[in-house]
């Protein structure tokens, strides 16, 4: 049977806080034949990063703890506070959030405005990063006490670019929120000139800045978008396999509205097409523990802390117990 890429392959599927539009002709092409129709660097095209860019993901054993916006429980979301405890905690990986600012900074915050965590009712798009570093990024975080007890601590947004220098030993998952191609080219440009790209996946909601990111060479991992995802569910493993995912990570939450997305069928299906699956955001431990019964190759949390104590003594976690293996000392 000749396959090819018509939209009826596309199932006309709508998930819960996933939306499935046409796919791009370059999402469908089989990977050999998209290496010669999109745009690739001088490093890819002669293979210098093949080995090397995918081996910081590919080479640590899951199942893997991920650190939601860091350990965002205990500290302000998106702040070098919360990346430094989620680590210190065992997190594997670092989730966060990056918008670029009028000036082109990426700053690390999941909202488009600073309303909800620094109290500015400010598009980061209409600001130079040089107001959005004087926001109070304690601002939004909310104790268990129901306190804004970080506010006024002098924390403050982050450049990603400063991340990435005060963590150089860190890998993140990077979620790229709405930015245009210009923009997008300053961000593998720093990434580049850092040469973090093995240890950044990054990953977007849009389909079209994962697209972007491709056909600007991006070397390191990615992550499947909101339409890839939809994809995944819905479309049969044989068409998914003759047209395959560009990315190598699919991050989706358990469920959307009434279908269950921890099924045994699609972690199979994800085995099959070599995807990781990673569930977010899961905060309770006996949730995490039944999805590392099930299969998932990683867990996304906001309370690392919590979560550790599971993967301290789940049969699935072997391999996070060697890695985190502290010394005793008399």
């Given at each position: 049977?000749?396959?090819?890429?018509?939209?009826?392959?596309?199932?006309?599927?709508?998930?819960?806080?996933?939306?499935?539009?046409?796919?791009?002709?370059?999402?469908?092409?089989?990977?050999?034949?998209?290496?010669?129709?999109?745009?690739?660097?001088?490093?890819?095209?002669?293979?210098?990063?093949?080995?090397?860019?995918?081996?910081?993901?590919?080479?640590?054993?899951?199942?893997?703890?991920?650190?939601?916006?860091?350990?965002?429980?205990?500290?302000?979301?998106?702040t070098l506070p919360a990346f430094e405890l989620g680590l210190e905690l065992g997190a594997d990986v670092?989730?966060?959030?990056?918008?670029?600012?009028?000036?082109?900074?990426?700053?690390?915050?999941?909202?488009?405005?600073?309303?909800?965590?620094?109290?500015?009712?400010?598009?980061?798009?209409?600001?130079?990063?040089?107001?959005?570093?004087?926001?109070?990024?304690?601002?939004?975080?909310?104790?268990?006490?129901?306190?804004?007890?970080?506010?006024?601590?002098?924390?403050?947004?982050?450049?990603?670019?400063?991340?990435?220098?005060?963590?150089?030993?860190?890998?993140?998952?990077?979620?790229?929120?709405?930015?245009?191609?210009?923009?997008?080219?300053?961000?593998?440009?720093?990434?580049?000139?850092?040469?973090?790209?093995?240890?950044?996946?990054?990953?977007?909601?849009?389909?079209?800045?994962?697209?972007?990111?491709?056909?600007?060479?991006?070397?390191?991992?990615?992550?499947?978008?909101?339409?890839?995802?939809?994809?995944?569910?819905?479309?049969?493993?044989?068409?998914?396999?003759?047209?395959?995912?560009?990315?190598?990570?699919?991050?989706?939450?358990?469920?959307?509205?009434?279908?269950?997305?921890?099924?045994?069928?699609?972690?199979?299906?994800?085995?099959?097409?070599?995807?990781?699956?990673?569930?977010?955001?899961?905060?309770?431990?006996?949730?995490?523990?039944?999805?590392?019964?099930?299969?998932?190759?990683?867990?996304?949390?906001?309370?690392?802390?919590?979560?550790?104590?599971?993967?301290?003594?789940?049969?699935?976690?072997?391999?996070?117990?060697?890695?985190?293996?502290?010394?005793?000392?008399?």
């Amino acid at each position: 049977m000749k396959l090819s890429a018509p939209e009826a392959l596309l199932p006309k599927h709508r998930l819960e806080g996933f939306t499935c539009g046409e796919p791009a002709l370059d999402e469908w092409l089989p990977r050999r034949t998209r290496a010669n129709t999109t745009a690739e660097s001088p490093g890819l095209r002669q293979g210098r990063y093949t080995r090397s860019i995918m081996s910081a993901w590919s080479s640590i054993a899951g199942p893997l703890l991920f650190a939601h916006r860091g350990a965002s429980v205990e500290r302000p979301e998106n702040t070098l506070p919360a990346f430094e405890l989620g680590l210190e905690l065992g997190a594997d990986v670092l989730e966060l959030d990056v918008h670029p600012s009028r000036d082109g900074v990426f700053v690390v915050l999941h909202d488009a405005t600073g309303s909800r965590m620094c109290g500015v009712e400010r598009a980061l798009s209409d600001c130079d990063w040089s107001e959005i570093a004087g926001w109070d990024a304690g601002f939004g975080f909310i104790d268990r006490d129901g306190q804004r007890s970080m506010a006024g601590r002098g924390i403050h947004p982050s450049r990603f670019d400063d991340v990435l220098d005060a963590l150089p030993g860190a890998l993140f998952n990077v979620d790229v929120k709405d930015a245009r191609e210009p923009e997008l080219r300053k961000l593998l440009a720093l990434l580049r000139a850092r040469g973090a790209e093995p240890r950044v996946l990054l990953t977007s909601f849009l389909a079209e800045v994962l697209g972007s990111v491709r056909r600007l060479g991006y070397a390191g991992p990615l992550g499947l978008s909101q339409r890839d995802v939809v994809r995944l569910v819905f479309t049969p493993a044989f068409v998914t396999r003759r047209f395959p995912f560009a990315g190598s990570r699919a991050q989706i939450p358990t469920r959307s509205g009434p279908l269950d997305l921890t099924r045994p069928g699609l972690l199979d299906k994800c085995r099959a097409l070599g995807l990781a699956l990673d569930y977010w955001v899961i905060n309770e431990p006996e949730e995490a523990r039944l999805l590392l019964q099930r299969g998932a190759d990683g867990i996304i949390t906001d309370d690392t802390r919590a979560l550790v104590q599971v993967f301290a003594s789940a049969p699935q976690t072997s391999a996070w117990r060697a890695r985190h293996a502290r010394v005793e000392t008399a």
